[in-house]
């Protein structure tokens, strides 16, 4: 699944910001985009720049977006859908354009000129998105719900991070699980895996069940790694559904929250039935975490 960024002016200028790799995706709805596509060939961007830059100029469009694509094993490619809209995983293709694609947009509709042409788009380095849900990859990435007791995002050269929750909210099931983007920015591929694994490890979520610990097996995968993503890629590697088989990060940080305040130390088993309520229902009290993943 390659999509192609486009933008177009009112004056009739079209132009490719080259394309952004979609095909990790569970339920049809992408997981993980990266930038540039690690199967595209200069002659295959081209080409499937060319034809997108044709489609929009066909329907006369202004503004940003977004011509995708199925490339097929060969790489041949066929037309899938136009979105006209900037999309969620705009920000990698910001990064290895260094364009700002929302500041372009509203450029465009204040009726200026685009201002560049396409010799002048260059890439630079390469970027990886990875989506932060709040869902159970345990089971079968079912929607989860609860407080964002702690929100601790990694931060670091390199790093973006677009969300629009804070720490204290509450997820709740009236809106799509979508915590937050997270963007990594390399010098090449391999550099930007080691990046999002590292910033992976740094982010820390407390009070709902997140699919963050999914998304470092995934980045870890020979298959990933290799550039071998498929729109079945999910499926294919775990045909009997993802196992959280290591500790998490997030046990690790509460463990680490509990020796570090001598919580351990503090916390006894009381007769008292107020005391007793006040610990069971206090959310910065790391043993709940701790008893709901280890029963």
Same mark, same amino acid.
């Given at each position: 699944h390659i999509e192609i960024q486009i933008l177009a002016d009112s004056f009739g200028e079209v132009i490719h910001l080259c394309e952004r790799e979609c095909s990790v995706q569970r339920r049809h709805q992408k997981v993980l985009e990266e930038a540039p596509s690690p199967v595209v060939s200069e002659n295959l961007r081209a080409q499937m720049g060319a034809a997108a830059v044709n489609a929009a100029k066909a329907v006369s469009y202004e503004g940003a977006g977004t011509v995708e694509f199925l490339v097929t094993p060969h790489g041949t490619f066929h037309f899938l859908e136009m979105n006209t809209r900037i999309q969620v995983e705009h920000p990698i293709t910001e990064c290895i354009t260094g364009i700002d694609l929302v500041c372009e947009q509203l450029r465009i509709a204040a009726g200026l000129p685009l201002g560049r042409s396409q010799s002048d788009i260059k890439v630079n380095g390469h970027a990886i998105e990875v989506r932060i849900y709040a869902e159970d990859a345990n089971n079968g990435f079912l929607p989860a719900?609860?407080? *964002? &007791?702690?929100? /601790?995002?990694? /931060?670091?050269?390199? =790093? +973006? *991070?677009?969300?629009?929750? +804070? @720490?204290?909210? !509450?997820? /709740?099931?009236?809106?799509?699980?979508? *915590?937050?983007?997270?963007?990594?920015?390399?010098?090449?591929?391999?550099?930007?895996?080691?990046?999002?694994?590292?910033? *992976?490890?740094?982010?820390?979520?407390?009070?709902?069940? &997140?699919?963050?610990?999914?998304? @470092?097996?995934?980045?870890?995968?020979?298959?990933?790694?290799?550039?071998?993503?498929?729109?079945?890629?999910?499926?294919?590697?775990?045909?009997?559904?993802?196992?959280?088989? @290591?500790?998490?990060? !997030?046990? =690790?940080?509460?463990?680490? =929250?509990? @020796?570090s305040s001598g919580i351990h130390r503090k916390i006894s088993i009381s007769t008292d039935a107020q005391f007793g309520d006040q610990i069971r229902n206090d959310p910065m009290n790391p043993f709940i975490r701790i008893g709901r993943r280890f029963p």
């Amino acid at each position: 699944h390659i999509e192609i960024q486009i933008l177009a002016d009112s004056f009739g200028e079209v132009i490719h910001l080259c394309e952004r790799e979609c095909s990790v995706q569970r339920r049809h709805q992408k997981v993980l985009e990266e930038a540039p596509s690690p199967v595209v060939s200069e002659n295959l961007r081209a080409q499937m720049g060319a034809a997108a830059v044709n489609a929009a100029k066909a329907v006369s469009y202004e503004g940003a977006g977004t011509v995708e694509f199925l490339v097929t094993p060969h790489g041949t490619f066929h037309f899938l859908e136009m979105n006209t809209r900037i999309q969620v995983e705009h920000p990698i293709t910001e990064c290895i354009t260094g364009i700002d694609l929302v500041c372009e947009q509203l450029r465009i509709a204040a009726g200026l000129p685009l201002g560049r042409s396409q010799s002048d788009i260059k890439v630079n380095g390469h970027a990886i998105e990875v989506r932060i849900y709040a869902e159970d990859a345990n089971n079968g990435f079912l929607p989860a719900i609860g407080p *964002l &007791t702690v929100w /601790t995002p990694p /931060t670091g050269p390199g =790093i +973006r *991070l677009d969300s629009g929750v +804070r @720490q204290g909210d !509450e997820v /709740t099931p009236e809106y799509d699980p979508m *915590l937050a983007k997270l963007v990594v920015h390399a010098s090449d591929r391999k550099a930007a895996i080691r990046r999002m694994k590292s910033a *992976l490890s740094e982010f820390i979520i407390l009070g709902t069940t &997140t699919n963050i610990d999914f998304l @470092q097996d995934l980045i870890s995968h020979p298959a990933y790694r290799a550039g071998k993503t498929t729109t079945d890629f999910i499926e294919t590697n775990w045909p009997n559904g993802w196992s959280n088989t @290591q500790i998490s990060s !997030e046990v =690790i940080f509460t463990a680490a =929250i509990a @020796q570090s305040s001598g919580i351990h130390r503090k916390i006894s088993i009381s007769t008292d039935a107020q005391f007793g309520d006040q610990i069971r229902n206090d959310p910065m009290n790391p043993f709940i975490r701790i008893g709901r993943r280890f029963p």
